[in-house]
Structures are given as C-alpha cells and as structure tokens.
C-alpha cells in the first residue's frame, strides 16, 4: 500500500461537516491553522517536511442540467468541501453561500484570523471514500441533486477551484460484502476506476496529482458498518483465533500497477496492420429484410384517365382493359431500394433469416404463402444481379411464438418432437425454390440458450442435423451450396485474472452457453462433459432437477459432423466471478455472479465494447474443434439514434475487425467472413448503419468506415504493395447463359456486324451503278 512519507503530514482526520457544529468547524480549523505555523516556524527549517489536512468529499451532478441545479451542486460542494478547503486554500474565510443561508449561525474570522487561517496547506490532501465521502453524507447536503463516483470531476473542480494546488489522495477505494474471502472482483474494479480516473485528470486535465493511497491495507472494523463490508487489501479471518490475513485479488493487481507504475499499452491489444484474403467474406446481416408485396401500377389492367380540370384524379375507364403481363422482380420497389443500399456499401454477402410462420401460416405444408416465397426469390436475384451474395436462415427467434408458426408455437414449439420433422418439410420446401440461388444457408440462427429448455435445445440439434442430411443427400450435388448452425457466442473472461475458481467459473459460462449446442455438432456428438458433470452435482443437493437428455449412438453420429462451417454471432464480453457479491447479477443455477469492469467503454444499453474478446473467442474455437472454417455473421453495437455522428459504431467496427485480422493472421484462426449488424435502423433500431427518418434511409459515417475498410480488405500500411484481388462474380441462374456463352456471343456479334457491312458495300454499289447508266 502507498501512503505519506514521514515528512507529509494531516493535521485532521477527515472532518465531517454535518456531524460537526458550526463552532466546532471554526475551532478545528483555528487548531489546524496553530499546528501548521508551529511545524512551519519551528521544524520545517531542519525537518524540511510538508503539513495539510485531510479532507474528505463526495461529487455531485445536477439532476437537470439547468443554471439552478449547477448552483445547487456548487453548494453542496460548498457545505461539504469548501467549508474547510476555501478558508485554508483561498482567502482564511467561508464559502459565499454558506455565508448567506447561514449568516446567523456562521461564526466569522477576524481579518487577523483570516491572514493567520490563510495558505495553512501544503498540499490539498483529499479523501474519496465509501463511508466518509457517501454513506455518512447527510442527505440535505446533496441539495436534491445526484451523487457521483466521479474522481476525475472531483479532482479537475479542485483544481479549478482552489488555485491548482498539488494534490495527494490519502484514501479512496470501495466496498465488497463481509462475506466474500479473497477473489475480491468488485472492489478490484472500483479500484482500477478510481486509478485510471486519477491518471486521467493527471494526463488530459493537467492536474498534479503526486500521490495516491489505497484504503485499507487489511480488512477491519468499517466505522458505522462494522464487520458487515470489507475494505482491505488483505483478507482477515476473523473467526480464527490467530486472525489470519491473506493476499487478495486487488492486493495482486493493485501490486502489478505499482511494479508497471499505471496502465501502460498491452502489446496484444495494439492494433496492426495487414490484410485479408481476397475471398473474405465482407458482410451485412439484417434479421429480417423489409417485405412488401404490394402489386406494381404496371401490374393494374384498368385504363385511367386523368381529370385534369376538376377533380384532378385519375377515373377509371369502365369495360376497358389492358393486356395483363407477368409479374417481374422490379415490381417490387421495396427490394430496389434494399438493393440499391446495400450496393453503397460494397459488401460480398448479406445475411438475412426467412419468416417461417408467413411462409407456412398453419405450419405444414397445406398452406403456402407462394407470395412471400415468389418476393424472397426475387430479393436473392437481385442481390445475385448485383454481385452480392445471399446468406440466408431458415429460422431465427422472435419474441412472438418463438418465431414459429401459430399451431407449432400452441402445441409445445420446440418442446414437441412434432416441431422437428414440421422444420425439415419447411427446409425442403426453402432448398426447393430458393435453392438454385442460395448457396449459402443457416438453419438456426442464434438460438437464445438462455431461455431454452434441455428438451427444446435437444429437438433444435436433430431438427438442425436432418436439416443439413437433407441438403447433403438431395439437394447440394445439383445446388452445390453450404449449410450450417449460427450460434450466439460472446466471451466470457475471468474477473479476477489471478483466481483458478474464476478460470473455472469462466469455463462453465462457455461450455453452457456455447458449448451446449456446439459440442455436439462440431466436437464428439455429445453434450459438453462440463455440463453433464455440473448437472449431476446440482442435482445431487436435491434442490434441482436439472435433466439433460442423452443420445442414442444413431443421434449421435446423425448430429456429429452437420456442418460445413463454424458460424457465430458475437457482441460483447462479461465478467464472471465465483464469489457471490451481487443478488441481482448473481447466476443461482450456474453458481455464477456477473461483475462489470466500471473501466471498459459502454454503449447506451450499457453493452461493453471489449475488442479483445472476439480474438480470445476465435481461439477458443480452433483450440476445441479444430481448423474449422469461421463465419462471423453478426457482430455489431447499438449506439444513441439522436448523435449525428456515430463514433462508437465506428470504433467498434474499427477495432473488433482488426482483432479479427489478429486471430487470421497472428493465431492462424481459419476466419473466412465478417458480417456487420445491423444494415439499418428500421429493422433493428440503434444499431443500423442506415438511420431510417420520416420513411427516409441516411446513411451513417459508420458505414462510409465500414466500406473503406472493404475497399482496403483490411488495414494495409504504406508499405504494403498493392494486392489485386480478382472480382467474384455470384452464381446468377439468370446471368449464366451470358457468362458461360461469352465466345458464342462474341461470334454472333461477329456474323452480325459483317452482315451490315456487306449489306451496305451492296447497297453503296448498287446506287454507283446505277447512276453509270443514267
């Protein structure tokens, strides 16, 4: 633990103004002020120390941001601070608006004591705690506005406010509860907050901060609170008779950033330079892509004619009719301009999941929306036409029915056995009339774990691997495409990076949500081991009952190997601790206590931005199944609609494809495409690249980033010589005749054009012969 050198010295132990009267203020500084000159005048010429007070504050922000409200928190900061800092750093005498709302009970400084209480200090020693600085803080003093962990705010406002003077924190940190032992996670992370917002008002602020003490060395009494928190680096047993004390998980950190001396830049976590394949997938999901089938004006066979001196409306001609035509692709306006957006951003592949319950409304093949399936078929066309390739999923979850038709969401959704030969009649009537033009399919895409049932989850595997064995066996010799399941995967890192209990914690999270429905397909046809070990042991206590069905040898070797490639969805990381801290965040069933680090970057849903754990995730998934090629299909943040600029999007982006680049590049991780989420706001509100305003798409700076990026194919440095990358050109049953038949066409175009010239040197020497004659 850092603390003052024998030459700095506090006078006063943290003062606390509400429990203090008035005079009892006055006297403690006037006591201050005596100890100060006498160490001043008689021991500082030989001793050559430095002597202040110890002060102790909160921080306040407004509740509105009004004139009125700023003033409310100057005042409490007044009352709390000020009453002993502006005497002592300013003038010798008390804040202004103490003086007016307590001119009859505020003793006042003669101008002798003034000059005498004036420039006592010789350093502003500050403390920034739970207790003194939050939890004894009278409530009137916080002048119904807000208080705030803020250190960096505290520490600029002292600055500003009391000349610039040199500042050492003699007490700060926080909390966790009695019962937690050594994996101390919470306090850890209020501690690297508080330190990295020191630094911060250090580097950008330009405050001097010269020192910083951490409470407390070990654990102990905690003044009002007792034994029921704890506040030390150093666990103490106290029900032991010799009160053993040992290292915790902040006592190891906190002895790390002493030895590094702050924060310095982790060489893992620097971005580099480089460049992907020239077959890398760039890419663009939507969960569902805006339908409207509303027929054309050209589809209309009535004939119109135009009032155009009274009415100004078209009136229908009766008994008239046009000839009716066929329905065409560019009827639909709604997929030209889908299109024509996704053309702006340059992407390879777009990814978006079909509507099963529109598709099939009874869940059977006795009704089929041949509409909806005629719009889908002209939606892939288009993106085909224009070079981009379709990505397309059979069924995603919805909040209502799951996602599933009415009578199969009524009757059990996947809970029913029904459900799964129900999904294969649906995969074979998608491969049927979408196939040609699809080569790339998810049968499931993100299944939420979370909110699924073992029997659910256990049906959805066999759904999804009679799925892939029918489009293996029937339709990919002729369609020649690839299948597979898109799971939901975002990282989860141990709290505290020290603790082995943690490591496991870490591991369960994994193998429970990820694991669970990727072991079995991608790994031995079985469940994760992890989970059936950790179920047995719950079940065990006989406060669960935790079933988790189990395959026949025929299941598994249907399930093991239904894939063609790892496709995943990945947003953010979480922190998982095994010490129960908070109730709230706290995983009964997994024995798992969720802890955010108050550090890392967040967006407004409070969704962390960790760039590094897209890396981590990639490597755990080579390092379980293999050298299986990786499809990031979803990978995206949401950010606030009201900012113009959307720069979190845009380092979110940045950053979390370069540690894709990483894992291709530095840990040979088999990564073959990266989707952006979402393509715009109407379909996912906040997380789009387009901004969807009064039936009106914008376009976002994060998608012009996003598309340079694609037109770079990575982050090449000006080194890099100029790779050229042949264009691919999407399979488009429309378009083959013309791209097989290029020599044909060319020799037809031939024969056509010698025909004209002949026609015309017989023509031209015709008429020359003719007027010979004449």
């Not at 003490?213 to 032991?240: N, Q």
């Not at 981009?388 to 996602?403: C, D, K, Y």
Request: contains cysteine; proline residues 5%.
């Amino acid at each position: 633990m850092s603390g003052m050198s024998p030459n700095q010295r506090s006078t006063h132990p943290c003062p606390r103004l509400p429990r203090l009267g008035v005079y009892g203020s006055r006297f403690s500084t006037w006591a201050h002020a005596k100890v100060w000159h006498l160490y001043n005048d008689r021991f500082r010429p030989t001793q050559g120390g430095e002597v202040s007070i110890a002060l102790s504050s909160h921080w306040i922000k407004p509740q509105y941001m009004s004139e009125q409200n700023i003033k409310e928190c100057q005042k409490s900061l007044d009352f709390v601070l000020g009453w002993f800092a502006k005497p002592i750093f300013i003038d010798g005498d008390y804040p202004e608006s103490m003086k007016s709302n307590l001119s009859s009970l505020l003793p006042e400084f003669s101008e002798a004591e003034k000059k005498y209480i004036k420039g006592t200090a010789d350093f502003f020693a500050l403390s920034f705690g739970a207790t003194l600085s939050f939890q004894l803080l009278d409530s009137h003093m916080k002048f119904q506005q807000i208080e705030s962990l803020s250190l960096r705010q505290l520490l600029f406002w002292i600055n500003s406010e009391y000349n610039h003077p040199k500042i050492f924190i003699v007490e700060n940190s926080w909390f966790v509860s009695g019962s937690t032992k050594r994996d101390d996670a919470k306090y850890m992370y209020y501690l690297k907050k508080f330190i990295m917002e020191t630094l911060k008002a250090i580097r950008y602020d330009g405050v001097d901060v010269f020192g910083y003490t951490v409470w407390s060395l070990m654990d102990g009494f905690e003044w009002h609170r007792g034994y029921s928190i704890r506040r030390g680096l150093y666990y103490v047993d106290f029900e032991s008779h010799d009160k053993k004390f040992m290292p915790k998980s902040s006592a190891l950190f906190y002895q790390k950033l002493i030895e590094k001396n702050g924060f310095p830049p982790l060489p893992e976590n620097q971005p580099i330079v480089g460049m992907f394949p020239c077959n890398f997938a760039w890419g663009i999901v939507d969960n569902y892509i805006q339908v409207d089938v509303t027929p054309s004006q050209f589809l209309d066979p009535n004939v119109y004619l135009w009032d155009v001196h009274q009415t100004k409306k078209l009136i229908k001609v009766d008994g008239i009719l046009a000839p009716k035509r066929k329905r065409h692709c560019v009827d639909f306006a709604a997929i030209r301009l889908q299109i024509s957006l996704l053309q702006e951003t340059r992407v390879t592949h777009f990814h978006f999941s079909l509507k099963w319950s529109l598709i099939l409304p009874l869940g059977n093949l006795s009704l089929i929306n041949h509409t909806l399936l005629h719009y889908y078929q002209c939606f892939v066309s288009e993106l085909l036409r224009v070079n981009i390739t379709p990505v397309v999923a059979l069924w995603q979850p919805m909040a209502e029915n799951q996602g599933l038709p009415v009578s199969l969401a009524k009757y059990g959704a996947w809970e029913n056995p029904e459900t799964i030969q129900a999904f294969v009649e649906y995969a074979r009537l998608c491969f049927k009339n979408l196939g040609h033009r699809v080569k790339f399919w998810i049968t499931m895409n993100e299944p939420y774990v979370r909110n699924l049932t073992y029997t659910a989850g256990h049906n959805l595997l066999k759904a999804h691997a009679k799925a892939w064995h029918l489009y293996d066996k029937e339709f990919r010799r002729s369609q020649k495409g690839k299948i597979s399941i898109a799971l939901q995967a975002d990282w989860a890192e141990p709290a505290c990076p020290f603790s082995k209990n943690d490591q496991e914690v870490a591991d369960r999270v994994l193998e429970f949500d990820i694991g669970w429905l990727a072991e079995p397909i991608f790994g031995n046809g079985d469940y994760p081991r992890v989970m059936r070990e950790w179920l047995h042991q719950r079940n065990s206590i006989d406060l669960y009952n935790f079933h988790l069905p189990y395959f026949s040898e025929e299941e598994k070797k249907l399930i093991q190997g239904s894939y063609d490639f790892f496709a995943l969805s990945h947003y953010t990381t979480i922190l998982v601790d095994w010490e129960k801290e908070d109730p709230l965040k706290y995983d009964h069933y997994l024995e798992v206590q969720m802890i955010n680090d108050i550090t890392w970057l967040n967006s407004p849903s409070r969704t962390a931005v960790v760039p590094w754990g897209l890396r981590k995730l990639l490597k755990w998934v080579k390092s379980k199944y293999g050298d299986v090629p990786i499809y990031i299909v979803a990978n995206g943040i949401d950010d606030d609609q009201n900012v113009v600029h959307d720069k979190l999007r845009i380092y979110y982006i940045q950053n979390y494809i370069n540690e894709v680049l990483k894992a291709y590049t530095l840990d040979n991780v088999n990564v073959q495409g990266y989707f952006v989420y979402s393509f715009n706001d109407r379909t996912a509100p906040k997380y789009g690249l387009y901004r969807y305003i009064a039936n009106q798409y914008e376009t976002k700076p994060s998608m012009k980033h996003y598309r340079e990026i694609i037109d770079n194919n990575g982050f090449p440095s000006s080194e890099t010589p100029e790779r050229w990358c042949p264009e691919e050109l999407a399979l488009c049953p429309e378009c083959s005749f013309f791209r097989t038949r290029k020599s044909l066409l060319a020799f037809i175009s031939f024969i056509f054009f010698a025909f004209i010239v002949t026609i015309f040197f017989i023509i031209y020497h015709s008429r020359r012969d003719e007027r010979r004659y004449k």
